[in-house]
């Protein structure tokens, strides 16, 4: 068990959608947990299998009492409207004011392989829509206007410096 190395922003890997998670067995575990130990490690709330560099359409979460691992995952629901700034351990967490859906439904598999749905509201919603995001290849930074997405970008490539 052991945190791994953060890809950051603009890795190939950020920007593809993941494959499906098929085999439900013992490397699974021993990768959720790397991945839980590198989201803590970090200071994160939420960690996509892309951020480790593995294009799988995974993330594990730890944010406003969730606690949870979603394999293919889906957002099946969304409703209602939030404001409030998002940051990525991807991109230095340089944050953004990003409005998200209020309300979300989780579609996923857990661990087993055993498929769940979850409602959440608030943070844990706008987890859950940041995380499936990344699995699908789709930085938070997406969804900004031009102007702010180079922002947030800039502040991140001097942060490198
Ligand atoms: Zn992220």
Redesign the pocket.
Known sequence: MAARPIVEYPAIVLMTPGDQVVNFDRDLESLVKDMFETMYAEGGV?L?AQ?IGLSLRLFVMDCDGIKLVAANPEIIFLEGEQGGEEG???VGKVRAELKRSERATLRAQDIQGKTFELAASGLAARCFQ?ETD?CDGIL?IRHLSPLRRDLVTSKFRKMKK
């Open positions: 939420g996509a951020q990525c351990l991807s940041h990344h938070f």
